[in-house]
């Protein structure tokens, strides 16, 4: 069952303008659609959470967080056993005002752990006073890095798909073959799929497919039974894709 250290009302609600929530969740439990009256910063010591917005899904593995404003509607659904370690924040200048996702180093993480042990009405002088003033500095001091996200269809049967390939990566379906499941021709699916998502269904798969590797790289599972899982024919045409995509090769991304 998930245990966090506070309840919803009293970090939506603090005299204090800044306050951290502690909160374990087991694998594949999903926090349903809601929003918050302040900015979020959602982040995890352990597991992969899957953010979802209106139109886009972003992965948080460990070694970033996601910046929610005031407001945005999202869900977050569990990869693995997640330590999420939260901070809800108002009031405060030269804050994002949009959704962005930030890389998180030892001395930011640090921090946010830090704020998730004061107690609920902490003092806002002496100690505390330099902890938050560092923790902001902090925070406006990361650039937003390209996010890890899905865009997602609003229309039924796409979203349909979707879910399906999220499910069973190593699906291999061909255009063709899904749209004679929604009996549409296959230049049909491609156009909708396109226009719902910015992104050719290939793309999109592929995409998929790697984004979903970061939960199991997280877990520590080899890389070479990560590339099966995920569609690809072999761990060499996977480490290949992954540093097409990320930058570095997926024995890399975890530690950095």
């Known amino acids: 069952m998930p245990r966090a250290s506070l309840p919803r009302h009293f970090y939506e609600s603090s005299a204090r303008p800044m306050t951290g929530v502690a909160a374990d969740y087991p694998d594949g ?20 959470m899957l953010v979802g917005g209106e139109r886009q899904r972003w992965v948080v593995p460990p070694n970033r967080a996601l910046w929610l404003p005031p407001g945005q509607v999202h ?48 003092p806002q ?26 865009p997602w269809p609003s229309e039924p049967r796409l979203a349909a798909v979707c879910e399906r390939l999220l499910a069973q990566p190593d699906d291999a379906r061909t255009v063709a073959q899904w749209a004679g499941e929604m009996a549409v021709s296959g230049k049909t699916f491609q156009r909708q799929f396109h226009r719902q998502t910015g992104l050719g269904f290939a793309r999109w798969r592929q995409q998929a497919r790697l984004l979903g590797a970061l939960e199991h790289l997280v877990a520590g599972r080899p890389i ?13 045409a996977f480490a290949a894709a992954f540093r097409a995509h990320f930058g570095m090769p997926p024995s890399q991304f975890i530690t950095v």
Do not use: W
Request: charge should be positive; hydrophobic fraction near 45%.
């Open 224 to 236: 070479g039974h990560v590339a099966l899982a995920q569609g690809y024919a072999s761990q060499s």
């Open 125 to 150: 002088e002496g100690r505390n006073r330099h902890l938050l003033g560092l923790l902001l500095d902090e925070l406006r001091l990361q650039q937003a890095l390209p996010p890890l996200q899905l």
């Open 29 to 48: 439990h999903r926090v349903p659609a809601h929003q918050h009256p302040r900015a979020q910063l959602v982040h995890a010591v352990r597991g992969v």
């Open 75 to 122: 869900d977050i659904r569990m990869r693995g056993a997640v330590r999420m370690r939260s901070l809800f924040v108002d009031g405060f200048p030269g804050l994002p005002a949009e959704s962005r996702v930030i890389e998180v180093p030892g001395l930011l993480r640090e921090l946010i752990l830090a704020v998730t042990r004061l107690p609920p009405l902490y």
